[in-house]
């Protein structure tokens, strides 16, 4: 407000001197009057106009500078997989895989589906640039509340992005069954609830978004669904 104030007021003195002076001239008559007359007209150079505009723009200018920022942290969005610059090149969260076949328990099934590489994804956007050490990622079980570092995270600029794999989501969601036999066809059709967390720290404090969603497993020689996954 106080510099605003001081721009101002130079601005107006630079107006000020900008309008045209006259020395007026009192030339006396034969017969005793006197004739008031505009002897001297100084006009400012077309310079110091041109820099009375560019402290008007800079003026305005410097208003729009101190409104207020956007949210630090917005457009968060889930997908599957993410383009180099960490936008979101695919947005389903439909995953099929290579069904298991053999005989084992369901830790032997979510190995299975980690090492075919699939990815639960997030990006979104951030009003300024971030140290990477001040950005956090949770995926979070809704049945149990446990929250789960996201496995790889990324800050290219303006933006957040990282991953967790299919695979290691479904291990830590359903910890309580990993050890126990998967029958044939094991979460083919169940949809995975979770919830997404994303924080930022910074001088003004912590932020953070948080979006909820579900994955879907399917298998490519299956399409019946059986049940929720946990039993």
């Known amino acids: 407000g106080g ?15 900008d309008i045209p002076s006259t020395e007026m001239t009192n030339w006396r008559s034969r017969d005793g009057g006197e004739l008031i007359s505009c002897v001297d007209i100084k006009m400012v150079p077309f ?7 560019r402290l008007l723009l800079a003026l305005f200018a410097g208003g729009c500078l101190c409104s207020p ?8 969005v889930m997908g599957s997989s993410l383009d180099p610059d960490g936008s979101m090149a695919d947005e389903s969260l439909v995953y099929t895989f290579r069904p298991f076949l ?7 099934l979510f190995n299975h589906i980690y090492f075919q590489g699939d990815t639960v994804c997030f990006s979104v956007r951030t009003s300024r640039p971030v140290a990477k050490s001040a950005v956090r990622a949770w995926f979070v079980d809704p049945e149990s509340g446990r929250r789960f570092p996201a496995e790889r ?3 290219e600029g303006k933006r957040i992005s990282g991953f967790s794999l ?4 479904l291990g830590s969601f359903f910890e309580g069954i990993r050890d126990k036999p998967a029958p044939k066809g094991h979460l083919n059709g169940v949809s995975v609830p979770f919830e997404l967390i994303v924080t930022m720290a910074d001088e003004s404090g912590e932020h953070s ?3 909820k969603s579900s994955f879907v497993i399917r298998y490519a020689i299956m399409n019946e669904s059986k049940g929720d996954g946990r039993s």
Not at 3 to 15: E, F, G, K, T, Y
Not at 102 to 108: F, I, S, Y
């Open 153 to 155: 995270l990324d800050v």
């Open 69 to 76: 920022p956007g949210p630090p942290l917005d457009g968060l």
């Open 3 to 17: 510099l605003r104030a001081m721009a101002s007021a130079r601005v107006w003195r630079s107006i000020s001197a």
């Open 209 to 211: 978004v948080s979006v």
């Open 166 to 169: 299919v695979g290691s989501l």
């Open 47 to 53: 310079r110091r106009r041109a820099q009375t505009f």
């Open 102 to 108: 053999k005989k084992g328990t369901n830790r032997d």
